[in-house]
């Protein structure tokens, strides 16, 4: 049971600098925001305003989700075991 706990503890500050990480690599929103009120709204005309499901930044938005829901998952099972 203890090296249970280890590995996930260990695991859980793994996925917590991971966790971090991806939040910063993620743009600012307030930079799109700017574009849209100075009227750049033809840029996303483009292909990627089109595929906004296949850019960088939908990528970091799954990796934040995935990444949540494993910490969150791993504090509670270490709590699980920790109360056994």
Request: proline content about 0%; overall charge positive.
């Amino acid at each position: 049971m203890n090296i249970m706990i280890i590995a996930l503890s260990i695991a859980l500050i793994v996925f917590s600098v991971i966790l971090v990480a991806v939040i910063l690599f993620q743009s600012n929103r307030s930079a799109n925001m700017s574009g849209a009120v100075a009227g750049a709204g033809a840029a996303n005309n483009n292909f990627y305003g089109k595929n906004k499901g296949m850019t960088r930044e939908m990528l970091m938005k799954r990796l934040t989700v995935v990444f949540s829901i494993l910490f969150v998952l791993i504090v509670l099972v270490l709590n699980i075991l920790e109360l056994m």
